[in-house]
């Protein structure tokens, strides 16, 4: 082994830090279960592919959720942009590194491709880490990550996630936060937020045309038996839809969504 550096994996087995993959690719096949009612993999599976993916890489990469003492890596920021999705029995691949790493955020990237190797969309993320006692963040200066890890040759071509606007909602409609919205954290699961965001538009108008860009900030942890005030309006300026989740404690997200038509 020598003098080369080394970190521990997963699995807690001895990696040199020359053999880490700054950028982490894995394959994915979309099956009926994945997909939506207009047969491609709903917004929530794709995310749900996206974390995953992360989870892996970071494990890898020596700073997962297994390397932190009584901590763990929670969503802060999410965009995702495009010009198509994979198909119900297509098969795409996902492609993941960090962007940048500070004592409080790491900004990691994805890219995702069709079967040919075409590139269909792209993500962004913000990533903080969750002290599980005080429920506030735990600094990354306690993670043991080399900077040669960020891949600097990589880019992600995809605007930054926008500040959010104030809304003056066109339309209002409550939700009790139950059992089933709750994930590992005891905290509401970042899919429930992104199925709750999708019901507040029919079905025609996902038949007719598909979300382009999808951006998501979170502000609160959302907590179990809380009832939640779901909002949305229109920038017809711009085309979109601003969203927000809150309950009384105030604004657990704000959310924004560009369609697309379909092809």
Known sequence: MGSEMC?????????????????????????????????????????SKLIGIATDHANQLGV?????????????????????????NENYS??????KWNSHFSQRCFEITDATGATIGYSRSI?????????????????????????????????????????????????????????FYRHVNTLRYLQLLLNCFPLEVHDASRVSRFEIAFMKEGRYDEKAEIKMSHNEEEGDYDLSISTERGAILHARLAFGPRE
């Open 127 to 183: 990533w903080m880490a969750l002290n599980f006692e005080t429920r506030r963040n735990y600094s990354l200066d306690n993670l043991d990550f080399n900077p040669s890890l960020i891949a600097e040759e990589k880019e992600c071509p995809i605007a930054m996630q926008r500040r959010h606007r104030e809304i003056t909602p066109e339309s209002t409609h409550e939700y009790h936060f139950k059992y089933s919205d709750l994930d």
């Open 7 to 47: 970190i521990r994996d997963s699995t807690y087995s001895i990696q040199p830090l020359t053999s880490m993959k700054r950028i982490l690719t894995k394959n994915y096949y979309v099956s009926a279960a994945e997909a939506s009612p207009e047969g491609e993999i709903s917004l929530p599976w794709l995310t």
């Open 94 to 99: 996902i492609s993941t590194w960090v962007e």
């Open 64 to 88: 997962g959720n297994p390397h932190m003492n009584g901590a763990g890596w929670v969503l802060s920021r999410l965009t995702i942009e495009m010009g198509r999705y994979p198909k119900a």
